[in-house]
T-cell receptor, first 113, second 114 residues
Framework: NAGVTQTPKFQVLKTGQSMTLQCAQDMNHEYMSWYRQDPGMGLRLIHYSVGAGITDQGEVPNGYNVSRSTTEDFPLRLLSAAPSQTSVYFC????????????FGNGTRLTVT | KQEVTQIPAALSVPEGENLVLNCSFTDSAIYNLQWFRQDPGKGLTSLLLIQSSQREQTSGRLNASLDKSSGRSTLYIAASQPGDSATYLCAVEDRSYNTDKLIFGTGTRLQVFP
């Protein structure tokens, strides 16, 4: 199993550009989520999904869109990048919302200039 | 609003030392508490989960305790090794809000030197 795979590893965007951060898991997990990690703030939940076709907002959803058309994939879209979205983004999954452990990808480091 | 704090922010110890990492939370109505490890440039790895009804959990040289009434958890690492060097994060699962989420602390960066 590859686990949770995130691409790209690094990305630099100019303000106003759009892009999609990819996340895929091969463990047939129902629950997937996106976090951002900023210095001094811990990880914060952006969006999550409890299964294909179902998504919901987390703590900091503004400026981000998600969709879940398959169990395996959970892309995160930045519609119009802003410098405040400079962060490290992590995708995570588990079998369902109550099961431990949570599996994380290795992250995407995004810089918006 | 639930807040999770980890002190100290950084810790440097010699190999072989037993050490304690602290995690505190402001609202004791938690569902569970988890400890994670994060290596530089990597994602988080789940270490231990303590349900709200439990007092402690053990995995190898790691022992995590939970005292809900005082809003504290500790992660005890026995006989530390250089390979334990990483950032350790705690997170509480709090289902009292509409948003289903883990609330993370900012972590303790541990360095174990030979």
């Amino acid at each position: 199993n590859a686990g949770v795979t995130q691409t790209p590893k690094f990305q630099v965007l100019k303000t106003g550009q759009s892009m999609t951060l990819q996340c895929a898991q091969d463990m047939n997990h129902e629950y997937m989520s996106w976090y951002r990690q900023d210095p001094g703030m811990g990880l914060r939940l952006i969006h999550y999904s409890v299964g294909a076709g179902i998504t919901d907002q987390g703590e900091v959803p503004n400026g981000y869109n998600v969709s879940r058309s398959t169990t395996e994939d959970f892309p995160l879209r930045l519609l119009s990048a802003a410098p405040s979205q400079t962060s490290v983004y992590f995708c995570a999954s588990n079998r369902d919302r109550t099961v431990f452990p949570l599996h994380f990808g290795n992250g995407t480091r995004l810089t918006v200039t | 609003k639930q807040e999770v704090t980890q002190i100290p922010a950084a810790l440097s110890v010699p190999e072989g030392e037993n050490l304690v990492l602290n995690c505190s939370f402001t609202d004791s109505a938690i569902y569970n508490l988890q400890w994670f490890r994060q290596d530089p440039g990597k994602g988080l790895t789940s270490l231990l989960l303590i349900q709200s009804s439990q007092r402690e959990q053990t995995s190898g040289r790691l022992n995590a305790s939970l005292d809900k009434s005082s809003g504290r958890s500790t992660l005890y690492i026995a006989a530390s090794q250089p390979g334990d060097s990483a950032t350790y994060l705690c997170a509480v699962e709090d289902r009292s809000y509409n948003t289903d989420k883990l609330i993370f602390g900012t972590g303790t960066r541990l360095q174990v030197f030979p």
